[in-house]
C-alpha cells in the first residue's frame, strides 16, 4: 500500500493547502499551528481549531466532499494526543477507564450520497494510532434513522436545537451500559448534535461523556 501511495503521488502530487509541501493536503505542522478554537462550548466537549481559519475549513471540505482520505489521518494525529491527555487526568480524578469510541453517525441516505461517514474515518485512524490499548471503537451502537437538514445550513442557534432534536437512536444498549463514552466529530458549532447524542445515550445507560471535535 506504502508503494502504491508513493506511485500514486508522483503521478499525481498532493500538496499542502497552507505550506505548499508535497504529501498531503494539509501538513501536520501547519494544522498543529492553526490558531486553537477559542469559542465557548461545553466543558466535556474539546475541540481543537478554530473553524474560521480558511486551512482548517478546508481542509475539512476537502475531507467531507471531495474524499481526500489522508486528512483522516492528519486529523487524528492531533486528536490522538489531545485525547490521550485528557484521558489521563480523567483516569485519576474520575475513574474514566476503558472508554468506547464512537463517531457522531450520518443517515443512511446522506452516508449513501457521500459513501463515507467522515467522523468514522477519523476515529478508524485512531485506533490504528492507540492499538487498542485506550479505548475501543463501537460504529454499531449511535446511530441516525432520518436525515435532518444539515446543521451548516440552519444559521439561528434555536433552530439548530430544533433541527437535531430526536434525531439520534442506539442499538444494541447492551454495550454501552455502565461504559464511559468518547465522541468525535469533525466540527461542532452550537453543541446541539454532541447534546443530542449524549442525551440517547445517557438515556440508555452510559456512563459519563466526553466529546472531541476537530474544528469549532
Not at 75 to 90: H, Q, T
Not at 195 to 209: D, M
Amino acid at each position: 500500500m506504502n508503494f502504491l501511495n508513493t506511485i500514486l503521488n508522483i503521478a499525481f502530487p498532493v500538496n499542502c493547502i497552507s505550506c505548499g509541501k508535497n504529501g498531503s493536503d494539509l501538513c501536520l505542522k501547519c494544522l498543529e499551528e492553526s490558531p486553537e478554537a477559542e469559542r465557548e462550548s461545553a466543558k466535556w466537549i474539546f475541540p481543537m481549531y478554530d473553524y474560521r481559519h480558511p486551512p482548517v475549513k478546508r481542509s475539512i471540505w476537502l475531507l467531507k466532499y471531495k474524499g481526500k482520505f489522508n486528512l483522516a489521518g492528519i486529523f487524528a494525529e492531533v486528536l490522538y494526543g489531545r485525547i490521550i491527555e485528557e484521558l489521563s487526568d480523567l483516569s485519576v480524578m474520575e475513574n474514566f477507564r476503558e472508554p468506547i469510541l464512537i463517531p457522531i453517525p450520518l443517515a443512511g441516505k446522506r452516508r449513501h450520497e457521500r459513501g463515507f461517514n467522515q467522523a468514522e474515518l477519523i476515529c478508524k485512524k485512531l485506533i490504528k494510532l492507540d492499538k487498542n490499548k485506550n479505548f475501543k471503537l463501537e460504529t454499531d451502537v449511535l446511530i441516525k434513522p432520518h436525515d435532518t437538514k444539515h446543521q451548516a445550513q440552519v444559521e439561528n442557534r434555536n433552530e439548530r436545537l430544533k433541527n437535531i432534536v430526536g434525531s439520534f437512536d442506539i442499538k444494541n444498549p447492551e454495550k454501552i451500559k455502565g461504559r464511559n463514552i468518547i465522541l468525535i466529530d469533525d466540527v461542532t458549532t452550537t453543541g446541539a448534535t454532541f447534546n443530542e447524542a449524549r442525551k440517547i445515550l445517557k438515556k440508555h445507560g452510559a456512563k459519563k461523556i466526553i466529546a472531541f471535535a476537530i474544528a469549532h
